[in-house]
């Protein structure tokens, strides 16, 4: 009876490891979409991060505010840290 038990315990836990493991779809891009408050039109900016403060500006993309809301849509090859910039007096940075 224990050893009956056991191996049902055995089995069990194999079909969850088995279910578990499945492949998970890649995600095909990413949505960045946020309201700001106090601003209703504006331009939102992605930037590149400067290591330096002599390295140059690089603006990955941007798009503008209307009524308050922005979104931002697209692909990219690998994950980064990326600068987010409202207007020149709030920047922010997100992985």
């Known amino acids: 009876m224990k050893f009956l038990k056991l191996f049902l315990a055995l089995l ?3 079909g969850f490891i088995f279910t578990s493991c499945k492949s998970v779809d890649k995600p095909d891009g990413y949505i960045i979409s946020g309201t700001v408050n106090g601003l209703d039109s504006g331009w939102v900016k992605l930037i590149k991060p400067r290591v330096l403060f002599t390295d140059s ?3 990955l993309d941007s798009t503008e505010i209307k009524n308050g ?3 931002f849509k697209g692909k990219v090859d690998n994950v980064d840290m990326i600068q987010v910039s409202f207007s020149p007096r709030l920047n922010t940075y997100f992985f």
């Open 12 to 14: 069990i836990v194999t």
């Open 69 to 71: 809301k922005f979104s």
């Open 57 to 59: 500006i690089i603006v």
